[in-house]
């Protein structure tokens, strides 16, 4: 499961992911980072089973989290099927059926939001 985890560097310099793992022994695959000397967020996989204890351990610390049930939104009465958001996604996220019709793995996807520029029919969008 993916979890959005947001964290502020106000109070400190706690390495939030290390002291998780090390305190949960839960292994956590950072798929996208950006932070800065005053704050942070960082998109996170972690086995479903153990998201809740990873979320709340997070918590603890002091970080936002919130549990991404979906990557990209695809609104498909939008898409034309143009592919325009293919080659831009650095995680292979999107391809063409048999068909030509776009397809979306959810499981890539790494909310980077480059497709959403990309897309010239606006069909992509963030998840709230």
């Given at each position: 499961m993916k979890l959005m985890v947001t964290f502020s560097r106000g109070k400190g310099r706690t390495p939030i992911i290390a002291q998780v793992v090390r305190d949960t022994g839960v292994l956590i695959n950072v798929e996208r980072a950006n932070i800065d000397s005053s704050e942070g967020e960082a998109l996170i996989e972690v086995p479903d089973n153990q998201c809740k204890l990873v979320r709340d351990s997070m918590t603890e610390l002091g970080a936002q989290v919130r549990i991404l049930e979906h990557g990209v939104n695809l609104n498909e009465s939008e898409c034309?099927?143009?592919?325009?958001?293919?080659?831009?996604?650095?995680?292979?996220?999107?391809?063409?059926?048999?068909?030509?019709?776009?397809r979306l793995d959810e499981d890539k996807c790494v909310l980077c939001g480059k497709c959403i520029s990309a897309c010239p029919h606006r069909a992509l969008s963030l998840p709230l």
């Open positions: 034309v099927d143009c592919g325009a958001c293919i080659s831009i996604c650095p995680r292979e996220a999107f391809s063409l059926d048999a068909d030509w019709k776009l």
